[in-house]
């Protein structure tokens, strides 16, 4: 129901009551009197004051401090020192940050499409509503709820040279983590292992509001399981791997835990020195260098930005098929 | 594809995800000598806590992450819902001038990523003296959440206008009528929004790294990270780090384990 809709009924059930009552002591849900806007514009402001103090503090101010200090020099130590676009120019001709850069992009691209076919697959499979399959879906979730560090240190024993389990179960002895061509493969697997249950349940969420008569009349039709799946699902499911890729995308350019806790210092030959490790590193181990590494978390927020905006774009042209 | 290869994938995918917990929890039971003279797969034999009697010992003293950690949990958790359901509130149901401009606002800063954010909010940390302090673990975070906010707002909403006239006319204010009202109808959400809150900050590890140094003010994950390079080679001790960093959470999850995945979907949460 509307707000809207409701309005005629409100506002007559007051009108009723006023006539009989005293009219100060009706106010209905809506405007009517200065006093009454008044008077919702100051209980208004007390409910927002707290978070809106959050939100000033805490997110808005940052964003013109971090802007600030990519202006300047500053070492924790000494005073800051005005430089202009000094760290910019040097962050953005910067090899170390051109292989970041790299990095990030080489750890999306493999992260966001393997766990998003695989979180398919899953809720495919999952949603032919077999026994069990409420018990299969909670399993696959389980990763998910915990610390990314927490499983990153877990993986950082399975994938250890020579006490290591996965080594141990296979008889050999890779470098999985050290060596500089499986650092960044492994810090992917991991990640893929962790968002492959979480990805699943939107999917099944998408293909549950499927409407059955749509799959049932492309099956009178004479399609079989594998075109109903290319021709009827995927194309319905639009809007939930549209949301699933975005939010996968962001999420994974600013992936840090369990990254720092597989290959920490950026790993082997600098090979998982991605975004937010740069940035860390850059500015609280070892490199004490904040100016620079403002500049590239603006850099990485830019990014960020365009991202949610082309997807904001995609969203007007419409990519969901109206049932209705 | 038959049933049966079905299952068959289905439980491939189970072990999958479940073997790293469980050869991480059998790990941590395990003697340090049985450990290395045996295979991963060998279950702990005998079955020995001694890790963890290290771990809570004098030298690890894992005790402090954990209290550290559940008091920062609380305070957000808190201070989360009460301004966030109050912000909610005054969105979803008060009229006033620039309401929805400051509620365009709010939504922005959903896109504000926190790796931007923990330069700056280091600086103003350092310039308030509060480094290394319970307060800097809390004080970004305790004034609700913008993604709180929006979904509470979405649900508030619903409430029929016509009930809130109702308990107008029968004499309550807008604090009761959200406390007494508003905020019981919506209880489904606001337990989601508590459980995500606490999942979130539980798990947060960034920040606390950045902000706290030593012992005092550790929490668990960074108390974590911090025993695996220190012992890198004491895997026992570092699997019952790492169980117990889990552990609170795998409980909460087998209790709410229906309500959460259920809602996961609904509230895209993370």
């Known amino acids: 129901m509307g707000p809207d809709a409701a309005r005629p009924v409100v506002s007559g059930v007051c009108r009723s009551r006023s006539s009989r009552t005293r009219l100060a002591k009706v106010p209905p849900s809506y405007p009517v009197t200065a006093t009454w806007r008044r008077r919702q514009g100051r209980l208004a402001a007390l409910l927002l004051a707290p978070s809106l103090f959050g939100l000033t503090a805490f997110l808005l101010l940052p964003i013109l401090i971090v802007i600030w200090l990519s202006l300047n020099h500053w070492d924790l130590l000494a005073p800051m020192r005005f430089v202009g676009l000094a760290n910019w120019v040097d962050v953005l001709t910067d090899e170390t940050f051109g292989n970041s850069m790299f990095r990030t992009v080489l750890f999306v691209a493999s992260v966001i499409p393997l766990q998003t076919a695989l979180g398919l697959f899953l809720a495919v499979l999952l949603s032919r509503g077999l026994p069990g399959s409420g018990l299969f879906r909670v399993i696959y979730v389980i990763p998910w709820i915990c610390a990314p560090l927490a499983l990153g240190v877990v993986w950082k024993w399975i994938l250890a040279p020579y006490d290591g389990a996965l080594n141990n179960l296979m008889g050999t002895s890779t470098e999985w983590l050290s060596s500089p061509e499986l650092a960044m493969p492994a810090v992917a697997g991991v990640t893929i292992w962790s968002q492959v249950g979480y990805t699943t349940l939107f999917f099944l969420a998408g293909l549950s509001a499927i409407p059955a008569q749509v799959v049932e009349a492309a099956q009178l039709d004479g399609a079989d399981a594998w075109q109903v799946f290319w021709r009827i699902k995927l194309p319905l499911l639009g809007p939930t791997m549209f949301f699933v890729l975005v939010t996968g995308v962001i999420s994974a350019f600013q992936a840090f835990d369990q990254i720092y806790a597989l290959t920490p210092n950026g790993g082997p030959q600098s090979t998982t020195d991605v975004i937010a490790s740069r940035i860390y590193l850059e500015a609280f181990q070892g490199g004490f260098n904040l100016g620079r590494a403002s500049a590239m978390a603006l850099v990485l927020f830019a990014i960020l930005v365009v991202i949610t905006l082309l997807q904001q774009r995609f969203f007007a042209r419409r990519v969901t098929y109206d049932l209705s | ?270």
């Open chain 2, 1 to 270: 594809m038959s049933g049966g290869l079905t299952y068959l994938v289905l439980i491939a995918g189970a072990l999958l995800t479940l073997g790293p917990f469980v050869l991480s929890f059998m790990t941590a039971f395990k003697s340090p000598q049985q450990f290395a003279s045996e295979p991963a797969l060998n279950p702990p034999n005998p079955v020995t806590t001694v890790n963890f009697a290290k771990l809570f010992g004098g030298a690890y003293g894992f005790i402090s992450p954990i209290a550290v950690t559940a008091q920062m949990v609380a305070v957000v958790l808190v201070g989360q819902l009460v301004f966030s359901i109050m912000a909610a509130y005054a969105f979803a149901k008060l009229t006033f001038r620039g309401r929805d401009g400051l509620f365009w606002l709010y939504l922005a800063t959903l896109m504000i990523p926190q790796v931007v954010t923990v330069i700056p909010l280091y600086a103003m940390m350092s310039a308030a003296g509060l480094r290394n302090t319970f307060w800097a673990l809390v004080l970004p975070f305790m004034f609700g959440s913008p993604y709180a906010v929006f979904l509470l707002r979405e649900h508030f909403r619903s409430v029929p206008d016509d009930l809130i006239a109702a308990a107008r006319i029968d004499g309550a204010g807008d604090w009761r009528i959200l406390w007494q009202i508003v905020a019981p109808m919506s209880r489904g959400i606001i337990a989601t929004l508590a459980i995500i809150t606490v999942v979130s900050h539980w798990n947060n590890f960034m920040w606390p790294l950045i902000i706290t140094t030593g012992r005092d003010w550790q929490v668990i994950t960074v108390a974590t990270a911090n025993l695996q390079s220190q012992y890198n080679a004491n895997w026992t001790l570092v699997m019952a780090a790492t169980t117990v960093a889990m552990a609170p959470l795998l409980v909460i999850f087998a209790v709410f384990q229906r309500n959460i995945v259920n809602s996961i979907s609904l509230t895209g949460f993370k």
